[in-house]
């Protein structure tokens, strides 16, 4: 008899569930940046308040809270703490809605990065013992797809609801989803027997102290680390003020930027994911320098394409412009996040993904779209609403160093690998 666990059908089933909470992931963290627009405008903030919002009051909490939950994920079962933690970061959507200052606002968000500190971590965890290594940079790839999809629905949702009701119900509605799919997720998706693809199967829990002195010997760790920590402040303060850009630089209404933007974020996003973990599962069996080279020249292409789009004055143009940099911005999430699970053990997967993603978020989630936000302000006074144009375009910048970061970790990916 066929455990349920090695069923094709059921890790099929559990993928999906795992997208759909990613997908809420997302609605409920990037469903800020359409909101920002109306935000803005009743509760009078400025472009740096807007920006401390989207980032760092997100990523307060869940840096901070991501590793010590990951230790408990290396530990415990993984599907309840994934539940658990679904249900605290919708809660703290919703009550978005209830904010009638920027503190309010401010303190709801962070309540929202407590609850998604759990959600991440664990199913990185969870792949790597539903799929064995040589799909497991598509399987995250897949799972990764919840990061267009959500941002999609997130902008589009909340252009749709804030433009025909209010802003506040965009929070209402999708907190409230959230909180009803949690018990859902627990009850359908099983633990699976941790390390089960690996040969070497060291399922003892190792301490922080441990994890930390066995990633020091893996400089490939750091460098994929920094080098996505710095495209993330790119892609996140991309992610957070385009919405905003085309309301003032094309004078798009708040409906329109958000399915203009929306339909981008969808297409762009999910072939450059899917298309980035395919080929370095297809490369990577060669050399696993591939893991890191193929989002490192794809950062680089970013740059000139992202400066043709944001400069355009056509509308039209700049649509199908977007497309290219905005696959090739999100092209590394597959092979950089299956080459993190390779650099390590199967008992401190999540712990070692919870200090990855501490330093991806905590620099680029926290830092830049606040980096962006303050720039715009700096700018507003000589160049008006082109200030957010070209603050935007100055933070396309940061994949440069995103790119180096990968370069040099692909001298020591094979000397790190694991199994």
């Not at 359908?188 to 060291?202: A, K, L, M, N, Y």
């Not at 990633?215 to 994929?224: D, E, I, N, Q």
């Not at 050399?287 to 000139?304: C, H, K, N, Q």
Request: charged share 10%; aromatic share 14%.
């Amino acid at each position: 008899m066929v455990n349920r666990e090695e069923s094709s059908a059921y890790r099929v089933y559990v993928m999906f569930m795992l997208v759909l909470v990613y997908t809420f992931n997302f609605i409920d963290r990037q469903i800020i940046s359409i909101l920002a627009v109306p935000i803005k405008a009743d509760l009078a903030l400025s472009d740096t308040e807007l920006g401390l919002m989207g980032g760092l009051a997100f990523a307060l909490f869940y840096t901070a809270l991501g590793i010590p939950i990951a230790m408990w994920a290396d530990r415990g079962n993984r599907v309840g703490i994934m539940s658990i933690a679904l249900a605290v970061w919708s809660a703290m959507t919703a009550a978005c809605g209830l904010a009638q200052n920027f503190w309010q606002l401010f303190l709801a968000r962070l309540g929202v990065g407590v609850g998604e500190a759990g959600g991440v971590a664990p199913a990185y965890s969870l792949i790597s013992d539903y799929f064995p290594s040589a799909q497991r940079a598509r399987a995250i790839s897949v799972y990764a797809f919840g990061i267009p999809i959500g941002s999609a629905l997130g902008i589009v949702f909340g252009g749709l609801i804030a433009s025909k009701i209010d802003w506040r119900y965009a929070f209402f509605v999708v907190g409230l989803a959230g909180v009803l799919l949690a018990p859902f997720f627990r009850l359908t998706v099983r633990e699976p027997i941790r390390g089960r693809f690996d040969s070497d199967r060291q399922v003892s829990p190792a301490s922080l102290g441990t994890v930390v002195a066995r990633l020091r010997h893996k400089p490939s760790f750091w460098l994929l680390s920094f080098g996505a920590a710095f495209s993330s402040m790119a892609g996140y303060g991309l992610f957070f003020w385009l919405p905003s850009f085309f309301v003032r630089s094309y004078g798009l209404s708040l409906l329109n930027a958000s399915l203009y933007y929306g339909a981008i974020f969808l297409v762009g996003g999910l072939a450059g994911i899917w298309l980035g973990g395919m080929f370095a599962d297809k490369f990577g069996r060669v050399s696993r320098a591939a893991y890191a080279v193929i989002p490192g020249v794809a950062f680089l292409a970013t740059i000139p394409l992202y400066a043709l789009a944001i400069l355009s004055d056509n509308l039209f143009v700049a649509f199908f412009v977007f497309l290219l940099p905005t696959a090739l911005g999100l092209a590394w999430l597959g092979p950089v996040i299956s080459a993190i699970q390779h650099v390590v053990n199967a008992n401190i997967r999540a712990t070692a993904s919870a200090v990855f993603l501490f330093i991806v978020n905590l620099i680029g989630l926290g830092l830049g779209t606040v980096a962006i936000g303050a720039l715009s302000d700096a700018l507003t006074e000589r160049l008006g609403n082109d200030a957010l144009r070209y603050s935007i375009l100055a933070g396309t910048s940061f994949y440069l160093l995103a790119a180096a970061c990968l370069f040099l970790a692909a001298r020591r990916l094979h000397e790190d690998w694991e199994n």
